[in-house]
């Protein structure tokens, strides 16, 4: 079977239409449930406020209870009882408003009831429905995740094994590495190699996921593997094998059977990703309507300071490590280094023009950068992207280096608001500048960057470190 990314490729989308279709479900549950119980197509406008306030109770609560996530490979039942949950919360929220402020007296307790019922049966019908409709496309192709897998006999084989007789669940195996005693896989999964092998296919192949079904015991193994994938931007997901152990609240996501631990992702998927995706591209329109006479100004000034273009561009990497063309004023005179050498501006840096400075310490020579991010190659926030030979340099100096790629790189980060950035000449300062880039993007939220931004006019601007 071929390789078919057309929902994949769309996911943010219909990560949005499910939202869309959760509101409009529980709309259409209250308007039937009045013409049910009253008999009346026409809605009075008092009841359409509390409908409107309970979408939005919805908008609000349902993600909190995991309802946009990914639920491929989970139990039907798991989802149903996250939306009876999510359902149940709403309906408690607004019961406690109208006992409060007695305003219940004013509706039909009949008419709540049956939206209750209605409203949590639509919401399970939709999800039935959608489920049913994923399988179909995934059993056809469709919506697939190329994905391989590192084990042993046993283990490693079976969840093979599993995935093969469940092609509704999307994912493809594209082969098995071997680790340890040979290994009778399925037919259909080629046997790829070792351990050593796992990293250069990743590379070279259009893979997805990565998954580790090794023994506990195996650690040093699992260990072994993870440094060798530091490099790829590559999801990882770890299936131990914990079937003889007593948890309690655990936390794992259970996949075509098996708990799966999510060891390395982005978290940048789903609405999550549409949320970033908004904010981006509204601030940036904004922002740049706003400061194009500025940018205008310095044009000019760059243009008479030195000869030379306006714009410095450079590759740098971007989300999943992928090489974008990143924009910036020219600061410098124009100069060329071989041998693969890259030399970071420092100071008393005599390529640095006087203008150039002053845009340096002011940081508006970053300016350009929010055309990358209308281009989508960046984000407003995030973390910086680096020079491609100073990825090469630092990638095997700083531990998880590379993670940093898990997202888009940004224009100002929570790195740059706590004074890492400017010159890295000792590799403790890149240290600092990856364990705040790291914890952001574990941290990432909407409200997280409108706090960056925030905090970036008042002090991410003018930094003594920035030559």
Not at 44 to 59: H, S
Not at 85 to 100: E, G, H, K, Q, Y
Not at 258 to 280: Q, W, Y
Not at 441 to 467: C, H, M, P, Q
Request: glycine fraction near 10%.
């Amino acid at each position: 079977m071929g390789y078919r990314g057309i929902l994949k490729e769309h996911a943010t989308v219909l990560n949005a239409l499910l939202h869309v279709s959760d509101w409009g479900a529980i709309a259409i549950a209250a308007w039937a449930a009045h013409l049910f119980y009253l008999g009346n197509w026409g809605l009075p406008a008092a009841y359409g406020v509390v409908i409107g306030i309970v979408v939005l109770l919805a908008a609000l609560l349902f993600p909190r209870f995991n309802l946009y996530q990914a639920w491929r490979g989970a139990s039907i039942f798991d989802e149903v009882r996250a939306i009876t949950l999510a359902w149940a919360l709403v309906l408690f929220l607004l019961f406690t408003f109208a006992f409060t402020t007695k305003m219940g007296i004013h509706f039909s307790r009949g008419w709540i009831g049956i939206w209750a019922l209605l409203g949590w049966g639509t919401l399970v019908s939709c999800r039935v429905f959608l489920r049913v409709a994923l399988r179909w496309l995934r059993s056809h192709g469709f919506n697939q995740r190329r994905i391989v897998i590192v084990g042993t006999e046993g283990l490693g084989e079976e969840v093979a094994r599993r995935l093969l007789v469940s092609p509704w669940i999307g994912l493809q195996v594209a082969g098995f590495f071997n680790v340890g005693a040979a290994a009778h896989i399925e037919p259909g999964v080629p046997i790829l190699g070792g351990l050593p092998d796992v990293a250069g296919y990743v590379e070279e192949e259009r893979i997805d996921q990565v998954w580790i079904a090794l023994p506990l015991k195996e650690q040093d193994k699992v260990e072994s593997l993870l440094h060798a994938l530091r490099h790829s931007a590559v999801d990882i997901r770890f299936i131990p094998d914990i079937f003889g152990f007593r948890l309690l609240n655990h936390s794992v996501t259970e996949v075509a059977g098996f708990p799966v631990m999510n060891l390395s992702v982005t978290p940048m998927v789903g609405v999550n990703r549409l949320v970033k995706a908004l904010e981006d591209r509204v601030l940036a329109s904004l922002i740049l309507l706003l400061i194009s006479p500025l940018m205008l100004l310095i044009a000019l000034g760059v243009k008479f300071s030195s000869p030379g273009p306006v714009l410095f561009r450079q590759k740098r990497l971007g989300w999943d490590g992928q090489s974008f063309m990143v924009y910036k004023f020219r600061s410098m005179v124009v100069h060329h280094e071989g041998g693969g050498q890259l030399t970071q501006a420092f100071k008393g840096d005599s390529r640095v023009t006087p203008f150039g400075a002053f845009l340096r310490r002011t940081s508006l020579d970053e300016l350009p950068q929010f055309f990358n991010v209308l281009q989508g190659t960046m984000s407003i926030v995030g973390p910086r992207p680096h020079a491609i030979e100073h990825n090469e340099q630092y990638k095997d100096l700083v531990d998880d280096y590379m993670l940093r790629h898990k997202v888009k790189p940004g224009i100002t980060g929570w790195a740059q608001i706590n004074g890492w950035r400017g010159e890295t000449d000792t590799l403790e300062k890149m240290r600092k500048r990856v364990e705040y880039d790291l914890y952001y993007i574990e941290n990432w939220s909407l409200w997280f960057d409108l706090r960056i931004i925030l905090l970036t006019v008042f002090k991410g601007f003018i930094n003594k470190n920035a030559y």
